[in-house]
C-alpha cells in the first residue's frame, strides 16, 4: 500500500481501537485509494487523507425522559458532523440499544462518500443514541424525541446540518423532533429535517426511496451485464422501511423477493412477496408491529426457520442485505458462493464483514457496494430539501424520474471510475473513488481546514 494511506490507516488504527466498526469503513475506502493517491502526491503535505479521517466536529450529550409510569431515564445522543466540504451535513439518527460514538462514526465516515456520490450538495454526517424503542408507548417516544431535539436543535438547521431517519427513527419520530424544533426556534424551517410527513413539507416517494434506488441500481448492473430483471429471485435480510422498498419495487418490475429475514430467523415465500397484500403486511410489521418474521409465515402460511439467516439458500439470483452491519461474515459469503448466486447489492450500511467483501469479490461475484446502492434514500432527502427551499411540492412522478437518473448517474461514475484507474467493472473501488474525488477536491479547493 502507498506510504502515506497505510501510514493514516495505522493511525485511525491506533486511535480508534475500541471502535472497530469506524476501523472497518476506514480501511474499505483506503483499500481503494492506492492509485489515486498515487497519482495526487500533492495530497500528502496537506494531510488531505488525514482530515478526511477527522470529523469536523462530533459531540455527545444526555438525552433524559421520563416512562410513562413516572420513572425518568439518561440516555445519551451523539450527532457526527464528519465532513461538510460539499454541502450541509447530512445524514440519518439512529435510536437503537447498541449504538455507540464508534456506529455514529462509522455511518458518518459511510455518509461522507454516500452523499457525495448522489451529485447533490450534501455533507457527511450522522447521529443517533443508545434509546432503545422496542416496547416503548406513543407518548414515551414522543418525550424520547422533543429531548432529544432540545439537546440538538442549536447545532443544526437547514443551512446547517439536515438529520433524517434511519434505524428506530420513522416519519413518527421525525415529526415529534421537528415539532419540538418549531418550538424552540418559533420559526418554519422544515428544511431541518427530511422524512417529514406528506403535511408539512416532506416528499413523495421518500419511504420508498433506498429500496427503490437498490432496485434501480440492480436494473443498472444487471443491464451492463446483459440481463435482465424479469423473473430475478432476490433474498432480503431485514423487514424493515429498506427491505419494504425492495420488495414493492421488486414485485412492480417482474422480479420477485422469496426470502426476507428478522432477528428472529427467516422466511421463505416460493411465490414472493408480491401482492398488495403481502406488501402492506410487510409495513406493518416494521410501523405498528407484530415485530418479527415468524408473523409473516403464520400469516401467510410459509416456511419460518427460527434463528437462522437465509444466506446461501438455493434458488436465489441476487442477494440484497437490507439490515445492518455486519449481517454477512466470511461464512455467509462462502454460502452464498457455493450456492451459485452471481449478485449482491448492499443495502444497509456497511453489511458485510470486510473478509467476507474480499471473499465475494475474490470468487467473481458482482458486488454493488452499499454506498452506491442505497444513496437513492439520501437523494431523495436532498430533493426533500430542495422541495423546502422553494417551498413547492412535487409530484410522485418528478420525484421518482429524479431518482431513477441519480442511481443510473452513480453506477455511471463507478463504473467510469473503477475503468479509469485501470479495475475494470469493479463497483466496489468505483464507488470509492468517485465518492472520494469529489470530497478531495472541494477540500483542496476550500484550503487549510
Ligand atoms: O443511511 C442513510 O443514508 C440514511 N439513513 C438516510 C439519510 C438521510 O439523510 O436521508
Avoid at 76 to 94: L, S
Avoid at 141 to 160: E, K, N
Amino acid at each position: 500500500m502507498n506510504a502515506y494511506l497505510s501510514r493514516v490507516l495505522e493511525d485511525v488504527k491506533a486511535k480508534h481501537s475500541s471502535e472497530p466498526e469506524f476501523v472497518q469503513a476506514v480501511e474499505e475506502v483506503f483499500s481503494s485509494l492506492e492509485p489515486v493517491i498515487d497519482r495526487h502526491p500533492e495530497y500528502e503535505k496537506v494531510d488531505l487523507l488525514g482530515r478526511m479521517v477527522e470529523p469536523e466536529r462530533m459531540f455527545t450529550f444526555r438525552v433524559v425522559w421520563c416512562d410513562d409510569n413516572g420513572q425518568w431515564h439518561t440516555n445519551r445522543g451523539w450527532r457526527c458532523q464528519f465532513n461538510g466540504a460539499i454541502g450541509p451535513y447530512k445524514g440519518g439518527i439512529r435510536f437503537q440499544k447498541n449504538v455507540y460514538a464508534g456506529i455514529i462514526k462509522f455511518l458518518a465516515f459511510e455518509q461522507t462518500f454516500k452523499n457525495s456520490l448522489t451529485g447533490m450538495p450534501i455533507g457527511g454526517g450522522k447521529g443517533g443514541s443508545d434509546f432503545n424503542p422496542a416496547g416503548r408507548s406513543d407518548a414515551e417516544i414522543m418525550r424520547f424525541c422533543q429531548s432529544f431535539m432540545t439537546a440538538l436543535y442549536r447545532y443544526i438547521g437547514p443551512d446547517v446540518d439536515v438529520p433524517a431517519g434511519d434505524m428506530g427513527v420513522g416519519g413518527r419520530e421525525i415529526g415529534y423532533m421537528y415539532g419540538q424544533y418549531r418550538r424552540l426556534k418559533g420559526v418554519w424551517e422544515n428544511g431541518v429535517l427530511t422524512g417529514k410527513g406528506l403535511s408539512y413539507g416532506g416528499s413523495l416517494i421518500r419511504p420508498e426511496a433506498t429500496g427503490y434506488g437498490a432496485m434501480y441500481y440492480l436494473n443498472e448492473v444487471l443491464k451492463h451485464e446483459n440481463d435482465t430483471i424479469e423473473g430475478k429471485r432476490i433474498a432480503v435480510s431485514g423487514y424493515g422501511n429498506v427491505a419494504w422498498g425492495i420488495i414493492k419495487k421488486a414485485a412492480e418490475m417482474g422480479a420477485k423477493v422469496t426470502y426476507m429475514s428478522g432477528s428472529d430467523g427467516y422466511v421463505y415465500d416460493p411465490d414472493g412477496i408480491t401482492t398488495k397484500e403481502k406488501i402492506d403486511y410487510v409495513l406493518q410489521m416494521h410501523t405498528v408491529g407484530p415485530r418479527g418474521v415468524k408473523a409473516y409465515a403464520d400469516r401467510f402460511g410459509c416456511q419460518y426457520v427460527a434463528g437462522e439467516k437465509h444466506w446461501g439458500a438455493a434458488d436465489v439470483d441476487v442477494c440484497m442485505p437490507a439490515a445492518t452491519q455486519n449481517d454477512v461474515d466470511l461464512e455467509s459469503a462462502k454460502k452464498i458462493v457455493a450456492s451459485g448466486v452471481k449478485y449482491y447489492i448492499e443495502v444497509a450500511n456497511m453489511p458485510t464483514t470486510n473478509e467476507g467483501l474480499a471473499y465475494l469479490r475474490q470468487q467473481k461475484v458482482i458486488v454493488g457496494p452499499a454506498k452506491a446502492a442505497n444513496a437513492g434514500g439520501v437523494g431523495v432527502s436532498a430533493l426533500e430539501m430542495a422541495q423546502n427551499s422553494e417551498r413547492l411540492v412535487w409530484t410522485a412522478e418528478e420525484v421518482d424520474a429524479q431518482l431513477r437518473k441519480m442511481m443510473a448517474n452513480i453506477h455511471k461514475i463507478s463504473a467510469d471510475a473503477a475503468e479509469e484507474y485501470g479495475m475494470g467493472y469493479d463497483l466496489v473501488s468505483g464507488a470509492n473513488i468517485a465518492g472520494f474525488k469529489k470530497v478531495a477536491e472541494a477540500m483542496m479547493a476550500q484550503g487549510c481546514f
